[in-house]
């Protein structure tokens, strides 16, 4: 079992995970292949979202997670298998997503299936996606009481 | 420290959780010893949860988690000790169960407190269980809002 | 990459986040160096919290967190870079408080920034602190028919 493999994979994942969460993109960007793929099982835009290079993805992701949406992204549970310098791996994602001027959160969770693939000694992210075990709309209307007392995304008033 | 085996052992776990939620019983039995213990400290079935077999845990599993019941067992924060053949470990867990006929969702935090055994080279789950920092149900009732966007295990009316 | 000294890391983070839910105080001030320093970026106290000591530390710990309130601190996502006998750490962190008392839930994720010192053979957590993705109230009221089934700090009536 090739540990420091399995070590740089997951490092490449949470970096991914943390620029999406921080609306780093140019940085997402070097988390994957040039002709990196993505598949998000969302039901949230009427239509499958499917992406086809790096490009694609961060261009989508770069104007639909706009400064007034805030995500969490919180993935664990790897199940990662190494084979030469391509890897498959399995991980369960938990995520909450969080509009203030829509009035409403979002939650889900989803096992994403992952390719990755090493170039000059960098593990980086060569198809992403995954299927949905549930996703949640919950109005803000129905708590009533309910209060952000704390947002980075926020733009005060 | 044996980081092979820690891994092996944090991937074992993360397969039974897999398949716990994806309700792949066949593939689950195989992350256990024949003699496997299971105590699951949840109050949600009136008494203690207790099984004393691979047969007795999948059994249950099989016939309680139905297709109606949507689940999501996060766990992660592992600390587990090797020693020979055999290993301790703790985890958290968080845990969220759907349950759309009966208009509730569950909530959950707990630590696990598992042991390990190799057989034949092949890290097993010899006894899992834990104790609750907290469990909780909200009536669907109270968000009237609320609506499931995706689920795995819904039966479309 | 050295590989022990990651899990080394790991496991020193996991043990003090499972005192702080556990409230086992003595115990979390040995993942501490006696210099640490912390900073939570929560708004709930109204003012910035600031420590400069382990003692300081456990001190506020001890005394705000008390019997009344359950915490979950969930944390994942690391990204440790050792340098010798120091390292820097990033981490997602969702959390979540309940405080029956006052019929309000606290739920928010942030991202971790600690540093971590190696004294004697033992790593230990040298400074901690995190700024908020997000940090919400939902008072109780709001969900009449929420049931708290079960709660290791409560007392019960």
Same mark, same amino acid.
């Given at each position: 079992m090739d540990m420091i493999a399995l070590e740089e994979i997951r490092r490449v994942k949470?970096?991914?995970l943390r620029c999406l969460d921080l609306k780093r993109w140019d940085e997402m960007a070097e988390t994957l292949t040039a002709d990196a793929r =993505?598949?998000? @099982?969302?039901?949230?835009? @009427?239509? =499958?979202?499917?992406?086809?290079?790096?490009? =694609?993805?961060?261009?989508?992701?770069?104007?639909t997670v706009g400064p007034g949406i805030t995500?969490?992204?919180?993935? @664990?549970q790897p199940e990662i298998e190494v084979d030469g310098d391509t890897a498959r791996g399995t991980w369960l994602l938990q995520d909450k997503v969080i509009v203030p001027e829509h009035r409403v959160i979002i939650e889900g969770a989803a096992f994403y299936e992952d390719t990755y693939r090493r170039e000059n000694g960098a593990w980086l992210i060569s198809d992403t996606g995954y299927d949905r075990l549930y996703e949640s709309m919950t109005p803000l209307d129905d708590l009533p009481g309910f209060k952000l007392t704390a947002n980075r995304w926020s733009t005060p008033a």
């Open positions: 949470f970096r991914y =993505a598949r998000y @099982g969302t039901p949230s835009y @009427g239509k =499958a979202l499917e992406f086809d290079s790096r490009e =694609a993805i961060i261009e989508f992701l770069r104007t995500t969490v992204h919180f993935a @664990g």
